[in-house]
């Protein structure tokens, strides 16, 4: 069974900096596209950014100039640099990942447990 664990989540004051780190493991065959998604109590779940398998990323436009998204192949991990931290940022972060678990089988949605970032002003 696929699972993605998530860790480097905590308590930063405004201005500051997390990483934050995904690792899949389990019956995996290839990673397509992985990501970080956010949400707040009462909200919906938002994309914050992802990273295809060949390195192409995409930011929603409120962290374009403050997170950087990266990936470890070999490693199978993603990574989510924060800095510059705002109040809004706190959040549920949840990593993601488009894994197929043998060929010729479909791609699927897998998502990690979650990793709570709280930003104080």
């Known amino acids: 069974q696929v699972q993605l664990v998530e860790s480097g989540g905590g308590l930063v004051q405004a201005g500051g900096s997390l990483r934050l780190s995904c690792a899949a493991s389990?019956?995996?065959?290839?990673?397509?596209?992985m990501g970080w998604y956010r949400q707040a109590p009462g909200e919906q779940r938002d994309l914050v950014a992802t990273?295809?398998?060949?390195?192409?990323?995409n930011y929603v436009d409120s962290v374009r100039s403050r997170f950087t998204i990266s990936r470890d192949n070999a490693k199978n991990t993603v990574y989510l640099q924060m800095n510059s931290l705002k109040p809004e940022d706190t959040a549920v972060y949840y990593c993601?990942?488009?894994?197929?678990?043998?060929?010729?089988?479909?791609?699927?949605?897998?998502w990690g447990q979650g990793t709570q970032v709280t930003v104080s002003s």
């Open positions: 389990g019956s995996i065959f290839r990673i397509n596209t």
């Open positions: 993601n990942a488009d894994i197929s678990i043998g060929f010729g089988f479909r791609s699927a949605d897998y």
């Open positions: 990273i295809t398998s060949g390195g192409m990323t």
